[in-house]
């Protein structure tokens, strides 16, 4: 039998659902490179009290702190997927699913918040 | 009486290299379904037109097709809902058309019968029925609810990137099966699961879920057998 399967390429931007998707994939990319950069400020303390205050200073940079703004938005959106997903990849609980996600939002929030005030 | 654009793709393997569009303007009523309207253009504007059906009450799960992008069932969706602009129907995603609307299923057919959607217990209870409480029931009721339609296998990139993936509908009904208490044959089922194509092809897009007809929550199912997979791998040092 002579069928037709349609080519999968730029199966991402068919559906806004997709975009949403493969920007949640994607922010993994921006995170990472945060955490690297938390990392290269780690290594630049260890080297002493004048190169982390250089490393400091590059922070400030307007380019630094686009990135930033742009990681902070990801991680926000990052955060949101992954409780909003949860009710469904934890084993059966008691709980109702907006339970569960309102739960875990509320920990972040008062966790961030608390992160705030003690620093 | 309104007057809407209906678009279908159309494929033909006597004659086509690759689908092509054609459209007809079709007279509607507010209480006219997207398969009536397809019924439409069958028998008033075009009978070569070639697409499944059958109960017209989201029930037998015939009539998948994608519309505008999003999968849905033709018979309680209403061209209404899409008056003044134009309907663009294709048939569902990520299978090998036959004609027209009209998809392949077999894949999944074979996918299905490698699940074994059915309760495999030898203890039969000697006397009456088997005992079940609504809790139990409600363990796997939602998963019973799977008309078989395919939404959702349009629905997953993962599935058209992989057709060896063995889905999110299948995976749900081996969950219904594994999670009833009546069931003995989960360790039957989860070869399955385990595969590299059984759950851990799944990367949670979630749209699955989304666009289910009848409620079933199948990126769930398949969640939870990650789970599942994850603890019969681990304890397996702990069986004989």
């Given amino acids: 039998m002579k069928t037709y399967t349609r080519p999968m390429a730029g199966w991402w931007k068919r559906n806004p659902y997709y975009l949403w998707y493969m920007l949640r994939e994607a922010s993994c990319l921006f995170l990472t490179a945060y955490a690297l950069m938390l990392l290269w400020g780690l290594y630049r303390l260890q080297q002493g009290k004048i190169q982390y205050e250089q490393w400091r200073e590059s922070l400030a940079s307007p380019l630094s702190l686009a990135f930033h703004a742009i990681a902070l938005a990801l991680v926000l959106y990052h955060s949101w997927t992954w409780f909003k997903i949860m009710p469904k990849t934890l084993p059966r609980i008691p709980l109702p699913d907006w339970l569960v996600v309102t739960g875990g939002v509320s920990a972040v929030i008062v966790c961030s918040a608390l992160v705030l005030v003690l620093t | ?240």
């Fill in chain 2, 1 to 240: 009486m309104n007057t809407i654009t209906i678009e279908c793709l159309r494929y033909h393997p006597e004659s086509d290299a690759e689908p092509r569009f054609q459209s007809w303007p079709v007279p509607f009523t507010d209480d006219m379904s997207v398969l009536q309207g397809l019924q439409y253009i069958k028998d008033h504007l075009d009978g070569s037109l070639t697409f499944r059906w059958s109960c017209r009450m989201a029930i037998c799960g015939s009539c998948g097709f994608v519309l505008n992008g999003v999968p849905k069932l033709g018979c309680e969706t209403f061209l209404r809902d899409y008056y003044p602009g134009t309907l663009r129907v294709e048939p569902l995603s990520h299978f090998p058309i036959v004609r027209d609307l009209a998809i392949d299923q077999s894949d999944f057919l074979k996918k299905l019968e490698s699940v074994k959607p059915y309760l495999i217990n030898p203890d039969v209870p000697k006397k009456g029925t088997f005992i079940q409480t609504p809790g139990q029931m409600d363990e796997y009721y939602q998963y019973s609810k799977c008309i078989n339609c395919l939404l959702c296998y349009a629905a997953c990139p993962q599935y058209g990137l992989n057709s060896a993936f063995t889905g999110p509908a299948a995976l749900a009904l081996l969950h219904r099966y594994n999670a009833d208490s009546r069931d003995a044959g989960k360790a039957e089922r989860m070869p399955v699961v385990n595969a590299e194509d059984g759950v851990w092809g799944c990367t949670l897009v979630g749209y699955c879920s989304e666009v289910c007809p009848k409620g079933v929550d199948p990126a769930r199912a398949v969640n939870q057998n990650k789970i599942e997979s994850t603890k019969d791998y681990f304890f397996r040092f702990f069986r004989k």
